[in-house]
T-cell receptor
Framework: GAVVSQHPSRVICKSGTSVKIECRSLDFQATTMFWYRQFPKQSLMLMATSNEGSKATYEQGVEKDKFLINHASLTLSTLTVTSAHPEDSSFYIC???????????FGEGSRLTVL | DAKTTQPTSMDCAEGRAANLPCNHSTISGNEYVYWYRQIHSQGPQYIIHGLKNNETNEMASLIITEDRKSSTLILPHATLRDTAVYYCIVRVAGGNAGNMLTFGGGTRLMVKP
């Protein structure tokens, strides 16, 4: 089946630093990718929709200047958490939409811990 | 996307069938029923989807009522590795670029020895 790879799977950083998470579709093109955040014992919450070659669309309450999204190619989207704080500690998950079929596939998730 | 309602949690004995219900009374005619599951600290895993006919694959069976207002995911012989949160989602299959998945609370299935 289609594979979506996220990197890193785990990252620990100091408060105030920035962290970049990559999401790659390995065997299909993804014009659109989605970024979710999941806090412990909660469901996935959509943060933003990433569109190749254009600006991301953010959900209400998600700061676009804090969560920078870049989707520069048909197989790669990146999420940068800028000036991270402990409350940004969470499980970040991406989903890539196969441009040809429209089906959605999920990455393995990236656990961010901000000290 | 139509909203879904699922029980918060369920238990199942290992080796027995796990039947996970989902209500989606406001489903539209072009919306499919999708099931995903999420094992702890992993990304969601696709299980199965259907429109109105019952579906079966190597992982599970999906039973959709005739009025399409509810469905049941069946894991025929649950194992300990099936312990996970199961999400029932309705959405238009394929569709346009903005067609993301909206997750509800899901059902936390605990398979016990």
């Amino acid at each position: 089946g289609a594979v979506v790879s996220q990197h890193p799977s785990r990252v620990i950083c100091k408060s105030g630093t920035s962290v970049k998470i990559e999401c790659r579709s390995l065997d299909f093109q993804a014009t659109t990718m989605f970024w979710y955040r999941q806090f412990p014992k909660q469901s996935l919450m959509l943060m933003a929709t990433s569109n190749e070659g254009s600006k991301a669309t953010y959900e209400q309450g998600v700061e676009k200047d804090k969560f920078l999204i870049n989707h520069a190619s048909l197989t790669l989207s990146t999420l940068t958490v800028t000036s991270a704080h402990p409350e940004d500690s969470s499980f970040y998950i991406c989903s890539a939409r196969d441009t040809n079929t429209g089906e959605l596939f999920f990455g393995e998730g990236s656990r961010l811990t901000v000290l | 996307d139509a909203k879904t309602t699922q029980p918060t949690s369920m238990d199942c004995a290992e080796g027995r069938a796990a039947n996970l219900p989902c209500n989606h009374s406001t489903i539209s005619g072009n919306e499919y029923v999708y099931w995903y599951r999420q094992i702890h600290s992993q990304g969601p895993q696709y299980i199965i989807h259907g429109l109105k006919n019952n579906e079966t694959n190597e992982m599970a069976s999906l039973i959709i009522t005739e009025d399409r207002k509810s469905s049941t995911l069946i894991l025929p012989h649950a194992t300990l590795r099936d312990t996970a949160v199961y999400y029932c989602i309705v959405r238009v299959a394929g569709g346009n670029a903005g067609n993301m998945l909206t997750f509800g609370g899901g059902t936390r299935l605990m398979v016990k020895p």
